[in-house]
């Protein structure tokens, strides 16, 4: 099975910036398309950002400009780099790892809060 260990959030100002990491275990994770989701309270999961097994990346709107995901497949790490932070972006944030139709697995999440 794959485990996602998640890290780097914490509080931040909001203009400031944050970058999280998701470690993946197992030998899937360049083949696998990795993603980094949201939950706000009261809100339902979204999608913040995607990235294929090939690089090819996808945002919300909310975030475009903004965050960037990256991939570094020799240490099987997964990145968010969150620039210009608003309180509306405050959220656990979750990492997600799809291989195909074969494998979902998700981290534990990590709280990512923003002050005004």
């Known amino acids: 099975q794959v485990q996602l260990v998640e890290s780097g959030g914490g509080l931040v100002q909001a203009g400031g910036s944050l970058r999280l990491s998701c470690a993946a275990s197992?030998?899937?994770?360049?083949?696998?398309?990795m993603g980094w989701y949201r939950q706000a309270p009261g809100k339902q999961r979204e999608l913040v950002a995607t990235i294929t097994s090939g690089s090819s990346t996808d945002y919300a709107d909310s975030v475009k400009g903004r965050f960037t995901i990256s991939r570094d497949n020799a240490k099987n790490t997964v990145y968010l780099q969150m620039n210009s932070l608003k309180p509306e972006d405050t959220a656990v944030y979750y990492c997600?790892?799809?291989?195909?139709?074969?494998?979902?697995?998700w981290g534990q999440g990590t709280l990512v809060t923003v002050s005004s």
């Open positions: 197992g030998s899937i994770f360049s083949r696998s398309a």
């Open positions: 997600n790892l799809r291989y195909g139709t074969i494998l979902d697995a």
